[in-house]
């Protein structure tokens, strides 16, 4: 039997096409998979978000939370990151925590993924890293996603027109349905990222938490940038804290939290709940609109020449020179800020202290990549 | 035991000198003192003047702290401490912007002119509080205080101390923030 020339093309490019189909879909799958983190021995309790919404269980927006009690009385910091995961100081700030951190009082809940479906996929359009690759001081190599802004399409589908937030009527662009730091307090029955930001809403509540943080990332060219913002319960903290980051060298100010703006973590989860609401931002070159070429490499050396310029025209509020603001820098400060505001709601608070033991200082944080605060694989291996 | 105290004295002696080199005074005019009641107070709603209020409460002085204190509220007090610098989040928090805060800057001043009220500007907030925006305060009001506490970061170009020379004014740069405390202490004791 003869086959037509014809026929035979159409064969070839039919399989081309599944072949791509095939590798496309597993390499945007690949992004489903959980990342990896190591908890230390000092990690007393892992949960899920489904333990405090079990309509989460399943999906995509389920997510770890860590727990560490001292098994001292004392307070309990509430520590968000990979809100926005493409603001990757955030969840990698909390990651070394959960993997190092030890307290000598008090007790703190970590969720590095805060918004752990927003982790499974890459902004679209935007070029930005599927994954980041860290080495660890053994030669290993850790895998983390590099995560986008929302929540995937694939769990909440199409983005209205207008996004109203429920509590307050308040009208937004229609993509911020899926933006986890829109939605608070969240609902149990609501739309898929108001149930995540209400299973959160449920740890602070479940969980006593006194004091919350909530990790992010910003435009060299935003205002709100080397900053934290803080609701008017925590700002004598957050002062404190500033002050204290300033003896030691870090630059940092402190910003009110916009009341009318809302369905912001600082903004409603203080209200709603008994916790002081704070939120950090650090520069990230490569969510920036002038950025250049937008890979792992800028996410963790954070050069970029396009930002040098525009420092220099005076165009950003985060300075950029040829050193840039890598990752382990914009971690030692988010790391930094912890810390302090640790020692400053324990100065204010002493009947509910949280105090920490072998915290790296700043110092050692900064000019050192961060893959050596991360516990190797081979840990998990040899258990 | 005496040649302790002396040692503690020249000890301290040295250290008041080290310290005073470090808290630079632009001129020889005396910063004012303040008088209590005083209300803390911004030009611009960064919150710095929160940091303020909290470190004069360490130092066990009871200020009260307004960011959006109006004339008539300036009225009830003897002294002002006003921290300069915009904030837009400030800004959205308190429902203002840099118009109306310009014009609320305007009519507490000529308050406290009319009534004699004390007025110390302290711009805490560094480079960061050295936008546009805090500039066009900065230029418009600086020269109205009755003193001027600065935070070197946020004198680079040197714009404080050329407003002090001008008009006058008792002038402190500070090398380092938390030199702040100090400040308070000489002023609100």
Same mark, same amino acid.
């Given at each position: 039997?003869?086959i037509?020339?014809?026929s035979?093309l159409?064969?070839?490019?039919?399989g081309?096409?599944v072949?791509?189909?095939?590798?496309?879909?597993?390499?945007?799958?690949?992004?489903?998979?959980?990342?990896?983190?190591?908890?230390?021995?000092?990690?007393?309790?892992?949960?899920?978000?489904?333990?405090?919404?079990?309509w989460?269980?399943?999906?995509r927006?389920?997510?770890?939370v860590?727990?560490?009690d001292s098994g001292?009385?004392?307070g309990?910091?509430g520590?968000?990151?990979?809100?926005?995961?493409?603001?990757?100081?955030?969840?990698m700030?909390a990651?070394?925590?959960?993997?190092?951190?030890?307290?000598k009082?008090?007790?703190?809940?970590?969720?590095?993924?805060?918004? /752990?479906?927003?982790?499974?996929?890459s902004?679209?359009?935007e070029?930005?890293?599927?994954f980041?690759?860290?080495?660890?001081?053994?030669g290993?190599?850790?895998?983390f996603?590099?995560?986008s802004?929302?929540?995937n399409?694939v769990?909440?589908?199409p983005?209205?027109? !207008?996004?109203s937030?429920?509590?307050?009527g308040?009208?937004?662009?229609?993509?911020?349905?899926?933006n986890?730091?829109?939605n608070?307090?969240?609902?149990?029955?609501?739309q898929?990222?108001?149930r =995540?930001?209400?299973?959160?809403?449920? =740890?602070?509540?479940?969980?006593?938490?006194?004091?919350n943080? *909530?990790?992010?990332?910003?435009?060299?060219?935003?205002?709100f940038v080397?900053?934290?913002?803080?609701?008017?319960?925590?700002?004598?903290?957050?002062?404190?804290a500033?002050?204290?980051?300033?003896?030691?060298?870090?630059?940092?100010?402190v910003?009110?939290?916009?009341?009318k703006?809302?369905?912001?973590?600082?903004?409603e989860?203080?209200e709603?709940?008994?916790?002081?609401?704070?939120?950090?931002?650090t520069?990230?070159?490569?969510?920036g609109?002038?950025?250049?070429?937008?890979?792992?490499?800028?996410v963790?050396?954070?050069?970029?020449?396009?930002?040098?310029?525009?420092?220099?025209?005076?165009?950003?509020f985060?300075?950029? *020179?040829?050193?840039?603001?890598?990752?382990?820098?914009?971690?030692?400060?988010?790391?930094a800020?912890?810390?302090?505001?640790?020692?400053?709601?324990?100065e204010?608070y002493?009947?509910k202290?949280?105090?920490?033991e072998?915290?790296? @200082?700043?110092?050692?944080?900064?000019?050192t990549?961060?893959?050596?605060?991360?516990?190797?694989?081979a840990?998990?291996?040899?258990? | 035991?005496?040649?302790t105290q002396?040692?503690?004295?020249k000890i301290?002696a040295?250290? !008041?000198?080290?310290?005073?080199?470090a808290?630079?005074?632009a001129n020889?005019?005396?910063?004012?003192k303040?008088?209590?009641?005083?209300?803390?107070?911004?030009?611009?709603q960064a919150?710095?003047g929160?940091?303020i209020?909290?470190?004069?409460?360490?130092?066990?002085a009871?200020? @009260?702290?307004?960011?959006?204190? @109006?004339?008539?509220k300036v009225?009830?007090?003897k002294t002002?401490i006003v921290?300069?610098?915009?904030?837009?989040?400030g800004?959205?928090?308190?429902?203002v /912007?840099?118009d109306?805060?310009?014009?609320?800057a305007?009519?507490i001043?000529?308050?406290?002119?009319d009534?004699?009220? %004390? !007025?110390?500007g302290f711009?805490?907030?560094g480079?960061?509080?050295?936008?546009q925006?805090?500039?066009k305060i900065?230029?418009?009001?600086?020269?109205?205080?009755?003193?001027?506490?600065?935070?070197?970061?946020?004198?680079q170009?040197?714009?404080?101390?050329?407003i002090?020379q001008?008009?006058?004014?008792?002038?402190?740069?500070l090398?380092?923030?938390?030199?702040?405390?100090e400040?308070? %202490?000489?002023i609100?004791?």
């Open positions: 039997m003869k037509k020339p014809t035979l159409a064969c070839v490019v039919s081309l096409l072949l791509t189909a095939v590798l496309s879909y597993n390499n945007f799958t690949r992004q489903w998979k959980d990342d990896l983190i190591i908890p230390s021995k000092h990690v007393t309790t892992v949960k899920w978000l489904s333990d405090y919404l079990p989460l269980k399943g999906t927006g389920d997510s770890r860590f727990i560490i001292v009385p004392g309990t910091f520590l968000l990151g990979g809100t926005h995961p493409d603001e990757q100081a955030g969840w700030a990651i070394i925590l959960v993997e190092k951190l030890q307290l009082s008090g007790k703190m809940v970590i969720i590095p993924h805060a918004n /752990n479906s927003a982790m499974t996929h902004f679209p359009q070029a930005t890293p599927q980041i690759h860290i080495p660890t001081d053994d290993a190599v850790r895998v996603r590099g995560g802004r929302g929540t399409p769990d909440y589908w983005d209205p027109e !207008v996004f937030h429920y509590q307050t308040q009208k937004l662009s229609g993509e911020e349905v899926r986890l730091n829109r608070y307090p969240g609902r149990p029955d609501g898929f990222t108001e =995540v930001a209400h299973a959160i809403f449920k =740890v602070l509540i479940d969980e006593g938490v006194d004091i943080l *909530d990790l992010h990332e910003a435009w060299p060219e935003y205002p080397n900053a934290v913002g803080a609701d008017q319960r925590a700002s004598d903290i957050a002062s404190l500033a002050l204290d980051l300033r003896m030691e060298g870090v630059e940092i100010g910003e009110a939290v916009p009341k703006f809302r369905g912001l973590s600082y903004r989860l203080s709603y709940s008994n916790a002081m609401g704070l939120l950090a931002e520069p990230n070159a490569s969510q609109r002038i950025r250049g070429i937008t890979d792992e490499t800028l963790i050396k954070g050069q970029d020449e396009f930002y040098v310029t525009a420092t220099q025209l005076g165009r950003t985060a300075k950029f *020179d040829e050193h840039g603001w890598p990752l382990s820098k914009r971690v030692a400060r988010h790391i800020l912890i810390n302090a505001l640790a020692r400053t709601y324990t204010t002493p009947e202290p949280i105090e920490f072998n915290m790296p @200082t700043y110092d050692e944080l900064v000019d990549p961060v893959g050596h605060f991360l516990n190797s694989p840990a998990v291996a040899g258990n | 035991m005496k040649r002396s040692w503690i004295a301290s040295v250290v !008041v000198a080290v310290f005073g080199l808290m630079t005074t020889a005019v005396e910063p004012v303040a008088e209590f009641p005083v209300l803390v107070t911004s030009f611009g919150p710095d929160n940091t209020t909290v470190l004069a409460k360490r130092i066990g009871q200020l @009260t702290y307004d960011t959006l204190a @109006t004339p008539e009225k009830e007090f002002v921290s300069i610098g915009v904030s837009l989040k800004f959205g928090a308190a429902g /912007n840099l109306t805060e310009i014009a609320r305007a009519d001043l000529k308050v406290a002119k009534d004699n009220i %004390k !007025v110390i711009h805490i907030g480079e960061g509080r050295r936008d925006m805090s500039d900065i230029e418009t009001y600086a020269g109205d205080f009755d003193t001027l506490v600065v935070y070197k970061d946020g004198n170009d040197g714009i404080f101390t050329k002090a001008e008009k006058n004014i008792p002038f402190i740069e090398e380092k923030l938390p030199q702040v405390s400040v308070l %202490k000489q609100l004791k």
